[in-house]
């Protein structure tokens, strides 16, 4: 069988190759404590679920969506304006996601044509790459380093490539590195696209997992739907991932263009699924503060355990992960991951999984209880990985 060429843009996930790893030393009898896949273990709220569960049990409920539920398009209008002070058009600014990794993976199919350039971070999560790739886009990277704060240098981006780029894939809260942009990089954002006519897509999901100061919206910003959109998402804020939820919001044409091709992909998302959106981001929202307060801990225990036992990490002002350095005497985060794996069953994903900017650190999720953390610093220690060499 001779496979579509495009599929050669993708080797194995490095997720199916850590889940390989997992089932493997599972299936030996051998303690896992996986700290790799940004699953969230935190549920959504009771209201929201019985919502899911009083809508599902509607027999009305099972026709195709075809389209947005006034009701949602107006729900995510409100939540913009109370969350980030955003003024949305409800009808033509909003457009449904079945989760931000579709929209990932489609938008680039509704601008790029083979060959046109894209511009994307390094380190960077995989379908910010992979969806322009399968759209035969040129991709160019932009490193993120630790010396700037992990933000894009904008100066240090080659001018014709820049002439010539027609997206530019933005995320802040950043994944994997943890790292937050401020104001002023935010109008620099916008200034750069607007010299240069870039669309700006910003994937904006961990906005509420800010642990010092409330994240923002790139739309607060002034001139920011001049030049693009956002992508936000339920999922991590209100432990809806498997039911995937996102939205694409801002610039009135490129929502069009999303609508368009969404009613050539799929019907919509499921009525219930709809409805507990809205219950989501309209009801009592003391869960979102739970869900941050529940991650700042993970956090500090996680961190400060890592340290206590010689793991001399950062820790990081929001996300649900840790990005961290590997000790000093490993050459390389591939190596790192695999000798922690082997002699502890803690398994992390190696940073040049993201990128090659990526490489020497490793991502570690805030997905388990505090027992089980406890549990992995305990057999980190034991392991004897970071004593001094």
Same mark, same amino acid.
């Given at each position: @069988?001779?496979?579509?060429?495009? %599929? ?12 390989? %790893? ?119 990277? %932009? ?23 027609? #997206? ?100 919509? @998302? ?49 996300? @649900? ?42 991502? %570690? ?11 992995? #610093?305990?057999? @980190? ?9």
């Amino acid at each position: @069988m001779n496979y579509a060429d495009r %599929m050669s843009v993708f080797g194995e996930s490095i997720f199916t190759t850590l889940a390989k %790893m997992r089932y493997q030393r599972s299936a030996e009898g051998k303690e896992v404590i996986d700290l790799s896949i940004g699953a969230p273990n935190i549920p959504p709220a009771l209201r929201i679920r019985e919502i899911i569960s009083k809508e599902a049990l509607d027999p009305k409920n099972y026709v195709y969506a075809i389209t947005d539920l006034t009701d949602l398009q107006n729900a995510v209008a409100a939540w913009y304006a109370r969350r980030y002070g955003v003024k949305i058009d409800a009808q033509n600014e909003v457009s449904s996601l079945l989760g931000s990794q579709e929209g990932l993976s489609h938008l680039a199919l509704t601008l790029i044509n083979p060959g046109d350039i894209v511009l994307v971070q390094d380190p960077c999560y995989p379908i910010f790459r992979d969806g322009p790739l399968l759209a035969g886009a040129d991709v160019h990277y %932009m490193p993120l380093l630790k010396e700037n704060d992990y933000l894009i240098d904008f100066e240090a981006i080659d001018e014709e490539v820049a002439k010539k780029a027609k #997206l530019m894939v933005v995320s802040y809260p950043n994944n994997p590195t943890c790292a937050i942009a401020n104001d002023d990089f935010y109008h620099r954002l916008i200034a750069f696209a607007k010299k240069y006519d870039i669309i700006v897509l910003h994937d904006n999901a961990y906005s509420e997992l800010l642990y010092t100061t409330p994240g923002h919206s790139f739309l607060e910003y002034e001139g920011a739907k001049d030049v693009g959109l956002e992508f936000n998402s339920l999922s991590k804020t209100y432990g809806l991932a498997g039911a995937r939820i996102g939205f694409a919001i801002g610039r009135k044409d490129l929502i069009d263009e999303i609508k368009v091709l969404k009613s050539n992909l799929d019907y919509g @998302m499921f009525l219930p699924i709809q409805k507990a959106a809205i219950e989501a981001i309209t009801g009592d929202q003391r869960c979102v503060e739970e869900t941050r307060n529940a991650y700042r801990h993970r956090r500090d225990l996680l961190v400060d355990g890592c340290q206590a036992i010689g793991w001399n990490i950062e820790k990081p002002l929001g996300t @649900m992960f840790v990005w961290a350095k590997i000790p000093d005497h490993y050459q390389d985060a591939e190596s790192f991951t695999y000798d922690l794996f082997n002699k502890t069953g803690v398994l992390v994903v190696p940073g040049n999984a993201f990128g090659t900017h990526g490489e020497g650190y490793v991502r %570690m999720a805030l997905v388990q209880d505090d027992e089980t953390i406890k549990h992995a #610093l305990e057999v @980190m220690d034991a392991s004897g990985i970071f004593q001094s060499h």
